[in-house]
């Protein structure tokens, strides 16, 4: 990547496009390979103009984000943009550092403004810090209370969160991260700690704000369904539609084989892996979840094929398979989490901060055998047996991996599924072997410019 050069480039970095115009695609920022595992997400919220780019062309996604920065994306999420826009800018605000609002960021104080009056902020909050970076558990608190949830995170200020580094957490934010990761807006590290005070960076933004977007959506009366598409159409001119309005129809069968119709836009964007398309591009046989209001598609996504189309079935059948299993230390492996008809998996990773990661997996005549090594420092936990089984499983589960994808592919989804983050690793060696005999390898170095990224596809079983 070419570095940026000149005063006026200079100026512009300090400068990030929050709702002006001129939207940069996701996919047309030349700086997105630094953390590809977010692309999916930010391209979406860039889809609903909750996020942008800065003006030189780049995102910059390893770059914290500021408290400015997430109060706006935080408002926009809401769709309080048009309300933030008309608020008045002589608008006295009782913060101590409320000049530097007005004289830095004087287009985002009809944001701050809504936050105010939506109960973003924290009672004892007298500094709005709009230059501070934004921590974990900061941004944990402000999306649960964007959900309404204050509350619920009230209720739940004398549950200690089961993490390692519990005790950094600040008391008066206990119950907001124990909220935030019931409702998988956020997770732990895999060495077991929540690391509160880390900085979040915008791609990492991007990701929390996805993750909160159902449940606002759910507040409106919104309903997930997923199922196979059965059929897609639309009204004669609509792949000219330059609008989302409603001229096709999307029918989808679900697990139980229900049959399933709702409107949807040939313009709708459809998040799909790591990228956006359209809805025109769906096609018959896709898997896609869809997020439907008043009978039409709001949003959706494409799903592997295998992958568990709906949560509720999802606990039908795992209590089924709990009445079915017996009391061997082996554990038969869940179809609907060991997506994909994984044999053989090898996952090993070295992090930064002398954390490691070590998962295997084994498939043999029915049953499953895992072993789970978490190493940080001096810190080290392993898994055996049942419960490695159950841990591997449910991570490969989230991964939703299949024989279609890309060995790098594979491991980006298992890095988002693990919370690892592209630029943590220095290592990394993946093997998979799947029941149809694909196999996948891959290798990286951090100290290498070049990885080895080797895919094998025979019939070997």
């Known amino acids: 990547m070419k570095k940026v050069k000149g005063l006026l480039c200079l100026l512009l ?6 709702g002006q115009s001129g939207q940069i ?40 984000v500021t408290r400015v920065e997430a109060i706006v994306t935080a408002v926009r999420l809401m769709g309080l943009d048009g309300d933030a826009k008309s608020k008045s800018s002589e608008t006295q605000l009782h913060f101590k550092d409320a000049d530097q609002l007005d004289k830095r960021y004087s287009w985002a104080k009809g944001y701050v403004i809504v936050a105010l009056e939506k109960g973003l902020f924290d009672a004892a909050e007298d500094k709005i810090m709009p ?38 957490i600040p008391a008066g934010a206990v119950g907001y991260v124990n909220v935030a990761v019931a409702q998988g807006i956020v997770s732990g590290y895999p060495d077991g700690t929540f ?16 993750r909160t977007n159902e449940g606002l959506l759910q507040n409106q009366g919104a309903i997930s369904v997923s199922g196979t598409v059965k059929e897609i159409q639309f009204s004669a001119g609509a792949a000219d539609s330059s609008n989302n309005s409603v001229q ?13 119709s709702y409107g949807i836009s040939s313009e709708l964007p459809v998040k799909s892996y790591n990228k956006l398309i359209l809805a025109k591009q769906i096609a018959v046989n896709d898997t896609v979840k869809l997020i439907v209001k008043d009978g039409n598609v709001v949003e959706a996504e494409l799903v592997p094929a295998k992958e568990t189309v709906s949560k509720d079935k999802e606990k039908e059948k795992d209590k089924e398979k709990d009445k079915e299993k017996d009391k061997k230390t082996e554990v038969k492996p869940r179809p609907e989490q060991n997506a994909g008809g994984i044999e053989e998996f090898e996952f090993e990773a070295e992090l930064t901060g002398k954390q490691k990661v070590q998962l295997e997996y084994k498939q043999k005549k029915g049953a ?11 810190d080290k936990e392993k898994l055996k047996g049942q419960q490695a089984v159950q841990y591997v499983e ?9 024989d279609s994808m890309s060995s790098r592919e594979a491991a980006e989804k298992l890095m988002t599924a693990l919370d690892i983050n592209k630029d943590q690793i220095k290592e990394l060696e ?14 990286i170095d951090s100290d290498d410019k070049d990885d080895d990224d080797d895919e094998q596809d025979n019939d070997d079983k």
Not at 13 to 18: C, N, R, V
Not at 34 to 54: D, H, N, R
Not at 394 to 402: D, F, P, S
């Open 195 to 210: 690391k509160p005070n880390k900085n979040v960076t915008r791609a990492e933004m991007a990701a929390l704000l996805d």
């Open 394 to 402: 449910k991570v490969l589960g989230e991964a939703g991996l299949t």
């Open 368 to 378: 499953a055998q895992a072993e789970v090594e978490i190493s940080a420092k001096k």
């Open 131 to 168: 230059d501070k970076p934004a921590s974990r558990v900061w941004v944990s608190s402000l999306l649960v209370k964007s959900l309404g949830l204050e509350e619920e995170a009230l209720s739940q200020m004398t549950k200690i969160p089961d993490f390692k580094d519990a005790k950094a």
């Open 25 to 64: 695609m996701a996919r047309e920022f030349k700086d997105i390979q630094e953390a590809e595992w977010a692309a999916g997400y930010i391209t979406k919220m860039q889809s609903k103009k909750v996020l942008q780019g800065f003006e030189d062309g780049s995102f910059r996604p390893n770059q914290p």
């Open 430 to 443: 993946l093997k998979i072997k799947f029941s149809s005999g694909k196999q996948l390898k891959l290798e």
């Open 248 to 260: 096709g129809q999307i029918k989808i069968e679900t697990v139980n084989k229900q049959l399933l």
């Open 13 to 18: 970095a300090g400068f990030l496009i929050f």
